[in-house]
């Protein structure tokens, strides 16, 4: 114990104190002897660390009890699945950097969750590298990590959707179509269309584009007296039929 406190620049007081508050896990004992390794170091670091960016030792205790019951590598990756994503090894005091002040054990849960993160021994794995960076710049545009974790669950949904499409597309007319090359066709597709539905919403925001009528809504020709008699049915089906 005292070359392990030597090791990472504090009291044994105080790292009893830790292993007390579970943020360190217990030595491998062999004995009377415990032993500690380089993980013990490793978490010693990552609490130093994150102290210095703010935590109180109470949300380090919680952040570890969330991170150490997450998903591993190996759940969330899934084992030969092809993927373009490119996943991103963290240490938890990159992980605070990436999203100052909104890494708790909340999000840290609601991210372990959905899938975007990973536990690998020590270290965070964030499942994809984009994904990563542009939830990091929504947080430093002023949205709440909660919302954008929120709103990528409902994002989520909408692209399975999206998916289930293309894929039964490509079963039902283009069995000899490989994956590698569906790809690039459904991210154009949905590319373009997110694009104009993008213009279309923010013409309505703006008040540029006046807001369409939904089908079933009432026209001022429904809430007139209505007309009797042959004459008037016949003349409406000669307009539908028009």
Same mark, same amino acid.
């Given at each position: 114990?005292?070359?392990?406190?030597?090791?990472?620049?504090?009291?044994?007081?105080?790292?009893?104190?830790?292993?007390?508050?579970?943020?360190?896990?217990?030595? &491998?004992?062999?004995?009377?002897?415990?032993?500690?390794?380089?993980?013990?170091?490793?978490?010693?670091? !990552?609490?130093?660390?994150?102290?210095?960016?703010?935590?109180?030792?109470?949300?380090?205790?919680?952040?570890?009890?969330?991170?150490?019951?997450? &998903?591993?590598?190996?759940?969330?990756?899934?084992?030969?699945?092809?993927?373009?994503?490119?996943?991103?090894?963290? !240490?938890?005091?990159?992980?605070?950097?990436?999203?100052?002040?909104?890494?708790?054990?909340?999000?840290?849960?609601?991210?372990?969750?959905?899938?975007?993160?990973? !536990?690998?021994?020590?270290?965070?794995?964030?499942?994809?590298?984009? $994904?990563?960076?542009?939830?990091?710049?929504?947080?430093?545009?002023?949205?709440?990590?909660? !919302?954008?974790?929120?709103?990528?669950?409902?994002?989520?949904?909408?692209?399975?959707?999206?998916?289930?499409?293309?894929?039964?597309?490509?079963?039902?007319?283009?069995?000899?179509?490989?994956?590698?090359?569906?790809?690039? $066709?459904?991210?154009?597709?949905?590319?373009?269309?997110?694009?104009?539905?993008?213009?279309?919403?923010?013409?309505?925001?703006?008040?540029?584009?006046?807001?369409?009528?939904?089908?079933?809504?009432?026209?001022?020709?429904?809430?007139?007296?209505?007309?009797?008699?042959?004459?008037?049915?016949?003349?409406?089906?000669?307009?539908? &039929?028009?």
């Amino acid at each position: 114990m005292e070359e392990l406190a030597k090791e990472a620049g504090i009291t044994v007081r105080t790292l009893r104190f830790y292993r007390e508050r579970g943020l360190i896990p217990p030595p &491998r004992r062999e004995g009377r002897i415990a032993w500690y390794d380089d993980h013990h170091l490793a978490r010693l670091r !990552t609490i130093a660390g994150l102290l210095e960016r703010g935590h109180t030792l109470n949300g380090i205790a919680d952040l570890a009890a969330t991170f150490e019951s997450g &998903r591993n590598v190996a759940e969330v990756l899934g084992l030969g699945e092809p993927t373009e994503e490119t996943p991103v090894r963290l !240490t938890p005091e990159q992980l605070a950097d990436y999203f100052e002040g909104e890494v708790t054990p909340e999000n840290l849960a609601a991210a372990l969750d959905l899938g975007y993160l990973a !536990t690998d021994g020590d270290e965070i794995v964030h499942i994809s590298r984009r $994904l990563l960076e542009v939830s990091a710049e929504l947080v430093r545009e002023g949205v709440p990590l909660s !919302t954008v974790l929120s709103s990528g669950r409902r994002v989520r949904e909408h692209a399975e959707a999206l998916a289930e499409i293309f894929v039964r597309v490509l079963h039902a007319h283009a069995k000899e179509t490989e994956p590698a090359q569906l790809r690039p $066709l459904a991210r154009a597709v949905v590319d373009a269309e997110l694009s104009m539905a993008l213009d279309r919403r923010l013409r309505r925001e703006d008040g540029t584009q006046p807001p369409k009528a939904s089908p079933d809504a009432t026209s001022p020709e429904d809430v007139s007296a209505p007309e009797a008699g042959p004459t008037a049915r016949g003349r409406r089906r000669r307009d539908y &039929r028009s």
